[in-house]
């Protein structure tokens, strides 16, 4: 018997939000089994309806069936995997035979593996390279001389961002603005436009610079702390997390370092998003976080997800919906099934691009954080989204961004600038401006609600919980990643 105003044992807490928790599970399972019937079903009835007013439907690998190629991002990633694959297999023999069959460390590694990113990017960009290694050299000599300067930071976020300015005003420049004996050069300018890749480019150079500064001034981390808390670095292991936070001596930072870091190969072109610390530490020992059995089994699941698109490509045509605009000729319930279906498609196509890159630098030595560690349909808030939507950028952005404007303490400012630089940093769109402020305010009630709730310890007590969810759901209701649009 409870005594009326006595306090709740955490045990009879706990107990009373178990029926709210099997509630929960058996409502989503019932959920579950009928809307995805139902989409399912109707999704099949659409593709067939509207398979003649589709535009970017293309023959497809399975008999009798059109594959759904009207996104150019996958189109692209698709039509170009077997080449990115024999480019992938030839520089991990290369790399991973002469750094372990010469026992290369450090500046060793360092110089075979910029040897044969260059070469990858003079592929992808052709003389366009010399732009991406002189805006290096600059920011590499600004570090090293304002490193011991108070707004040393400071200087090096500016500098980045002009430079992620000048690079869309001027679209990757041309040969000819610097002379017209150049001007021949533009007729080499590669396969792929340099300056939509650079903004990856940006985002280390940035991370390198801070990361000088912040050594030379002194490292708060405590690793005997942290192995308290954290199983990988408590086995004997060191986690991603601590090759980053350590630091490193300030012999490690050197221009032959840092223009590999910047170049990295599997690293180039989409990320995941590593600091230089954790790059750095990686190249005197490899990863060791992840066995060979379990790179395979990563690769091997990796296959298994790109049967599933492909299977749904072929059979649901959500994108080509979008891309033919025939919004008006749909129920609202076939309306939000398209749109519902868009974000699993976008989801997955993430997915699927992120962690082959991941791999190939997995078996290369060089651990990174994964970029979509959970299913979308598992995000039940944005905040849950957001730290599982590019997963790394969104490390980057706390490291480099959120923490030093005040972290928690001013959390309901920082998110506009958090947000307002990602959006600049996608493209200089106002639609992209609209799409990071509207978050924003989508994310402010939320912030307050949980702010709210954890005063008065109404999370802890279980009893309000589902409805707590259900709110911060609703206000997830936002666009997700700039790249959707």
């Known amino acids: 018997m409870t005594v009326p105003g006595s306090p709740v044992s955490p045990g009879a807490s706990k107990m ?11 409502a989503l399972c019932a959920y579950a089994v009928v809307f995805y019937s139902a989409m399912v079903q109707r999704s099949l009835r659409l593709a067939r309806d509207y398979t003649g007013k589709l535009y970017g439907l293309r023959a497809g690998s399975i008999p009798g069936r059109l594959n759904d190629s009207s996104d150019a991002q996958w189109r692209n990633f698709r039509g170009n995997l077997p080449v990115l694959t024999i480019v992938m297999a030839a520089f991990l023999i290369v790399a ?8 290369l460390k450090g500046r060793g590694a360092s110089l075979v593996w910029l040897i044969l990113s260059l070469i990858y990017l003079c592929y992808l960009h052709g003389a366009c390279v010399g732009f991406i290694l002189v805006i290096a050299g600059i920011n590499y000599a600004i570090v090293k001389l304002f490193a011991r300067y108070k707004y040393c930071t400071g200087i090096i976020w500016s500098f980045n961002l002009a430079m992620l300015t000048l690079n869309r005003v001027y679209e990757g420049y041309s040969f000819s603005l610097f002379g017209q004996q150049l001007a021949f050069l533009d007729n080499y300018r590669g396969t792929f436009r340099w300056h939509i890749c650079f903004n990856f480019v940006v985002l280390r150079m940035i991370s390198f610079g801070c990361d000088y500064c912040w050594t030379l001034s002194s490292s708060h981390f405590d690793h005997k702390k942290h192995m308290q808390k954290c199983e990988v670095c408590y086995s004997g292991k060191t986690c991603y997390f601590a090759l980053q936070e350590k630091g490193l001596s300030v012999d490690k930072y ?7 870091y910047l170049t990295y190969a599997p690293l180039y072109i989409a990320g995941p998003v590593v600091s230089y610390n954790a790059f750095a530490a990686q190249l005197d020992v490899p990863q060791k976080n992840y066995s060979v059995g379990q790179i395979c089994c990563y690769g091997l699941r990796w296959i298994l997800n790109f049967l599933l698109i492909e299977v749904m490509t072929h059979f649901f045509h959500y994108n080509a919906f979008v891309v033919s605009r025939l919004w008006r000729q749909l129920t609202p319930f076939e309306i939000f099934i398209i749109s519902y279906g868009v974000l699993i498609f976008m989801w997955l196509k993430f997915f699927l691009i992120w962690r082959y890159f991941r791999f190939w630098s997995l078996v290369g030595g060089v651990e990174t954080p994964e970029n979509m560690p959970r299913c979308i349909n598992n995000c039940p808030d944005l905040e849950s989204f957001w730290k599982s939507w590019h997963a790394s950028f969104n490390k980057w952005l706390v490291r480099y961004v959120y923490i030093p404007l005040g972290g ?7 998110i506009w600038v958090v947000f307002t630089f ?23 009630p939320e912030i307050v609600i949980k702010s709210f709730s954890n005063n008065f310890q109404v999370i802890s007590e279980g009893y309000y919980w589902p409805l707590l969810q259900f709110i911060c759901f609703l206000s997830s209701f936002s666009f997700s990643e700039p790249l959707a649009w």
């Open 408 to 414: 928690s303490r001013r959390k309901l400012l920082s």
């Open 16 to 26: 009373s939000s178990v029926p709210w928790k099997r509630l929960e599970l058996a």
């Open 96 to 103: 991973n035979g002469l750094r372990y069959g010469c026992s």
């Open 254 to 260: 050197t221009f032959l370092t840092y223009l590999c």
């Open 422 to 444: 990602v959006a600049a940093w996608h493209d200089l769109e106002w639609k992209l401006i609209s799409w990071a402020w509207l978050t924003c305010l989508c994310f402010v």
